[in-house]
């Protein structure tokens, strides 16, 4: 049973618009939680991240919220670019280093 | 400044032969982990090293095995390659040791088990 979800494994946005990525968990034992992008034949690079304690984090363009009681997180990249096409994975960590990542979602920004 | 250096690249192997995944980081990293990246199942996490000298299992550890040899070097050995096998292995590697900070990771081993 996957302990983290992106239930959308693609998204479609305009250039320009906003994108929101989605991720939900179920084990409320995750303390802190990443965002990763991937492009094709390269590894994950770390994109933001946000601690259980908080309920947003910006970076730029980057801003992931997160709502504990409903277990939800989401990213909005605004505005989006098409360099933004990749896949987005979520991760969440727990037990001291142990980090679990979600199914991904596949954003295709179109000029 | 290398990173996270995985080798192989790519490899074929038989089912039923055994190979072993190399992994090297060159950050001082504590903690290092393994991945593999399937089709709609995300990075599901192997096994994983959270400082030299200690592995633990992750998600799906099932048919491998893991060798912390130092603190650089983290390693993934399948002792008889199935089918099931066939994916692309990453290789991470972070500061660790109560500090959250973000993974690094190589480039990924594509592994074909025919």
């Known amino acids: 049973d996957q302990q983290v979800k992106q239930n959308s494994p693609s998204l479609s946005v305009q250039e320009g618009r906003i994108s929101i990525l989605n991720c939900d968990y179920t084990?409320?034992?995750?303390?802190?939680f990443l965002w990763y992008k991937k492009y094709p034949a390269e590894g994950p690079t770390f994109l933001i991240s946000?601690?259980?304690?908080?309920d947003k984090n910006e970076d730029g363009r980057f801003t992931v919220f997160l709502n504990k009681s409903a277990k939800h997180l989401s990213l909005h990249i605004v505005p989006s670019q098409p360099g933004d096409s990749a896949v987005y994975f979520c991760?969440?960590?727990?037990?001291?280093?142990?980090?679990?990542f979600g199914p991904g979602t596949s954003l295709s920004v179109i000029p | 400044n290398a990173g996270v250096t995985q080798t192989p690249k790519f490899q074929v192997l038989k089912t039923g032969q055994s190979m072993t995944l190399q992994c090297a980081q060159d950050?001082?990293?504590?903690?290092m982990y393994w991945y593999r990246q399937d089709p709609g199942m995300g990075l599901r996490l192997i096994y994983y090293?959270?400082?030299?000298?200690?592995?633990d299992k992750g998600e799906v550890p099932n048919g491998y095995n893991v060798s912390r040899l130092n603190k650089r070097e983290f390693s993934l050995r399948l002792e008889s390659a199935a089918p099931s096998q066939t994916s692309v292995y990453f290789c991470?590697?972070?500061?660790?040791?109560?500090?959250?900070?973000?993974?690094?990771f190589g480039q990924g081993t594509r592994l074909t088990v025919v």
């Open positions: 991470a590697s972070r500061v660790g040791q109560g500090e959250i900070t973000e993974a690094f």
């Open positions: 084990n409320s034992m995750f303390d802190y």
């Open positions: 946000i601690s259980s304690i908080k």
């Open positions: 991760a969440a960590e727990f037990l001291w280093d142990k980090v679990i």
């Open positions: 950050m001082n990293h504590n903690s």
């Open positions: 090293s959270a400082s030299e000298g200690t592995t």
